[in-house]
C-alpha cells in the first residue's frame, strides 16, 4: 500500500517545523495525529430506516470504512424515543485512512463550503480540535441524486498534543484552513 502524501509530508517537514516552533527537547514530544472521529446525529433520519440507511452509506462513502450505530439506551415519551432506536453513527479513522481523510477535507472538501473564511481557532484545550459541518453535500463521494435532506456531521481532529496552540499548529501546517489569529 503506497504511503499517503499528508502522512510522508509530516515526517519530512511539518515536524522539523514543529521542532523549530516550539523547541522541543525531546522528538518524542513534537504532535502527531492520534485519530480523526466522524459522528453524524440521526434525529431526522430515525423514523425511517430507509434514511438511516443512506446515511450510514453516505458516512461509509466519506470515510472509506463502516460507521458504527449509536443506539438510544432506553425509552423518552416526550421526544418520541425508543430503546435500541439508532440515534446517530461514528466513524474513527486511524493511520492511512486517516491522513488521506485529512488531505481530502483540507484541499477538496472546505473550497467547495459556501461563504467559506476559515474555521475557528478554538480547541478544547487538550490538544483536541472539532468543528461542525452543516451539509454533507461538500464531500465528492456523496451521490447527489440519492440525497433527500442536508445531514450535518461533527468531526474531530484528536492529537498528542498538550495543549491548543500546538495543535493548532500542527493542523494548519497539514493544510486545515484555520482563520488568522487577528481574526
Known amino acids: 500500500m503506497q504511503e499517503a502524501v499528508l502522512k510522508s509530508r509530516y515526517h519530512q517537514s511539518i515536524k522539523k517545523q514543529l521542532q523549530e516552533k516550539f523547541q522541543y527537547k ?6 502527531k495525529m492520534v485519530k ?3 459522528s453524524m446525529g440521526l434525529a431526522e433520519a430515525s423514523k425511517d430506516k430507509q ?8 458516512l461509509k462513502n466519506i470515510s472509506g470504512q463502516k460507521p458504527i450505530s449509536n443506539k438510544s439506551k432506553k425509552a423518552i415519551s416526550n421526544f418520541k424515543l425508543r430503546e435500541n432506536q439508532v440515534i446517530g453513527a ?13 488531505e481530502r477535507f483540507a484541499h477538496i472538501c472546505t473550497p467547495r463550503i459556501p461563504d467559506f473564511r476559515g474555521f475557528k481557532r478554538k ?8 468543528l461542525g459541518v452543516k451539509d454533507q453535500m461538500i464531500f465528492p463521494e456523496i451521490n447527489l441524486d440519492t440525497l433527500r435532506f442536508a445531514q450535518g456531521m461533527n468531526i474531530t481532529f484528536v492529537t498528542s498534543a498538550t495543549n491548543d496552540n500546538e ?17
Not at 461514528?90 to 485529512?102: A, Q
Not at 480547541?123 to 472539532?130: A, F, I, K, Q
Not at 495543535?167 to 487577528?182: A, D, I, Q, T, V
Request: proline share 4%; charged share 20%; glycine share 10%.
Open 26 to 31: 525531546n522528538a518524542m514530544q513534537i504532535p
Open 36 to 38: 480523526v472521529v466522524i
Open 51 to 58: 434514511l438511516i440507511e443512506l446515511c450510514l452509506q453516505d
Open 90 to 102: 461514528t466513524v474513527t479513522l486511524r493511520g492511512e485512512r486517516m491522513y488521506d481523510f485529512i
Open 123 to 130: 480547541g478544547d484545550g487538550r490538544g483536541n480540535y472539532s
Open 167 to 183: 495543535c493548532l499548529e500542527l493542523l494548519s501546517l497539514m493544510g486545515l484552513p484555520l482563520k488568522s489569529k487577528n481574526n
